[in-house]
């Protein structure tokens, strides 16, 4: 069951450029409820990273990853996913739930209202230009403004590993919106900085003594076996969805376990 739980997580997760994190969390939380907020992100996160490594090398197949960025927002997300691996330890679970089932509704309006062609207006300030040619032969034209991305990024960092939702469901949103990215541009780099972000985190959970095979491991990899054929699909999936159609999945999926997890804290 863990198996094809993480089958559909990986394919939605990758096909929003999310990692499936934030969908695993919540749902984790509702199955476990004796665990900890600090096990089940430590579970959760080790899964995401799995799934962006799977993801990110369809993605690289498909020549969709901008590197020079996603190396530069990686390194800036590095602390912050440190930091919020360790601070998750002090939080109760009630007032995890509560923090989380908030975090995805606001996160589910703001994609639901981005405007459609948010993503083709260039950003504001100093940018770098950037020209992707995919394996398909699509071009992609856009600028970054490196500086404000590598900031948003720092703050991506804690707050996903403190969720446990590796970031992506975070840095698509404003990678598309703020940031100038074409929406499967950004989908393909998150998954790529998602490596880094998770991978530090479920490191730092590892040495931390949360993520033993008592506490999550053998769940981290059951649900790992089906996430990674998964990823797969869901990068294949994205070449049949325009960008605000994927913003559209992203958006209602996360509404839906908002309220949810919301009546969960409450209960």
């Known amino acids: ?49 799995f799934n962006a490594l799977s993801g990110s090398l369809a993605y690289a197949r498909m020549r969709r990853i901008d590197y020079r960025s996603g190396l530069r927002f990686a390194a800036a997300a590095i602390p912050g996913s440190i930091l919020g691996a360790l601070a998750v330890h002090l939080v109760p679970r009630h007032v995890f739930d509560a923090i989380m089932a908030a975090v995805l509704a606001i996160l589910s309006v703001a994609v639901i ?66 940031l100038g990215f074409p929406t499967h541009i950004a989908t393909a780099t998150s998954h790529f900085v998602l490596v880094w972000m998770s991978g530090t985190a479920s490191a730092t959970h590892l040495l931390g003594g949360t993520l033993t095979v008592g506490h999550g491991l053998r769940r981290a990899l059951a649900l790992s076996v089906g996430v990674l054929p998964g990823a797969q ?28 997890l919301l009546i969960s804290a409450i209960a």
């Open 1 to 49: 069951m863990l198996a094809l739980l993480g089958l559909a997580v990986g394919t939605f997760g990758t096909l929003v450029g999310a990692g499936g994190g934030f969908i695993l969390t919540p749902v984790l939380l509702i199955v476990y409820p004796e665990l900890t907020p600090a096990q089940i992100t430590s579970i959760s996160l080790l899964v995401v990273f």
């Open 113 to 178: 209202r981005l405007r459609p062609h948010a993503e083709r207006s260039v950003p504001r300030g100093t940018t770098t230009a950037r020209e992707l040619i995919d394996a398909h032969g699509e071009v992609y034209r856009y600028r970054v403004p490196l500086t404000r991305g590598t900031v948003y990024s720092a703050g991506v960092g804690f707050l996903s590993s403190f969720l446990g939702i590796g970031g992506g469901v975070i840095h698509v949103p404003l990678m598309a919106g703020a």
């Open 233 to 260: 699909l869901g990068a294949r999936l994205s070449r049949r969805f325009t960008g605000p159609t994927i913003r559209k999945f992203l958006g209602v999926a996360l509404l839906g376990l908002a309220v949810r």
